[in-house]
């Protein structure tokens, strides 16, 4: 690999980890050595990159830095463009529509020579032929996720039966063919599983739930092991 590579790469594995990386983890991913490593990151804090931290603690990318525009490799670009298309052909309304101007930006932005990788993919996602009808407003349900406000739902359970449930949402699974709101049901006291084609209506309350979005989400994420008869019932 070239150093000018390696140094991209090494922004680019500071850049996604979640906290301190030790050289000896960038080495073991570059195929490298430690001390290529030590140089390569003294190097580039030479250069002005922001990176903090020291030999055998660790390193971290601080925040603020970004690289030119879409330096993209190709690999990089088939990708976005697949999970592109699959969200174009299965995310509600909004989100398809911002999927459809997320690749044609792309393609505008990147190298002339790599634009065929954006207008003709090798890779595809198969057409979704039963793509859900949401009674729900999902732009709206993302909002109140974000800002950690409760929803109360007028739901049909597969028997038709509708029930009223006040939730904590947390978040949204998209499936091949529907579409899942996850939340914390005050009824039931637990986490529970809505298809949004089977909720009614629905009424986004201004009150906020009394846990942080983030911790209730990373709570609902350690029941997902221990739950899987229930991921979709909601009684």
């Not at 049901?185 to 906020?208: I, K, M, P």
């Amino acid at each position: 690999m070239r150093r000018a590579d390696r140094l991209f790469q090494i922004i680019q594995i500071l850049r996604r980890a979640r906290g301190p990386l030790t050289a000896e983890a960038v080495a073991v991913e570059l195929e490298t050595s430690k001390r290529t490593v030590y140089r390569d990151i003294a190097a580039l804090i030479g250069q002005r990159v922001p990176i903090r931290g020291e030999a055998g603690f660790g390193y971290v990318l601080e925040g603020g830095f970004d690289l030119p525009p879409l330096m993209l490799t190709p690999d990089e670009i088939e990708a976005a463009v697949l999970g592109a298309q699959w969200v174009a052909s299965r995310g509600d309304p909004a989100l398809s529509q911002a999927a459809r101007d997320l690749i044609a930006k792309i393609a505008v932005a990147v190298p002339e020579r790599l634009r065929p990788h954006v207008l003709e993919p090798v890779a595809a996602t198969p057409p979704n032929w039963r793509n859900t009808v949401d009674q729900i407003d999902m732009g709206l349900v993302r909002a109140w996720i974000r800002s950690g406000r409760k929803i109360t739902l007028a739901y049909r359970d597969e028997q038709g039966r509708e029930s009223a449930r006040t939730i904590w949402p947390v978040a949204i699974a998209y499936h091949e063919t529907t579409r899942i709101l996850a939340g914390w049901c005050e009824l039931r006291e637990d986490f529970r599983h809505f298809r949004t084609d089977r909720v009614a209506g629905a009424d986004f309350l201004d009150e906020r739930f009394p846990e942080r979005p983030g911790i209730l989400r990373a709570n609902w994420r350690r029941t997902l092991g221990r739950m899987p008869e229930k991921t979709l019932k909601t009684s």
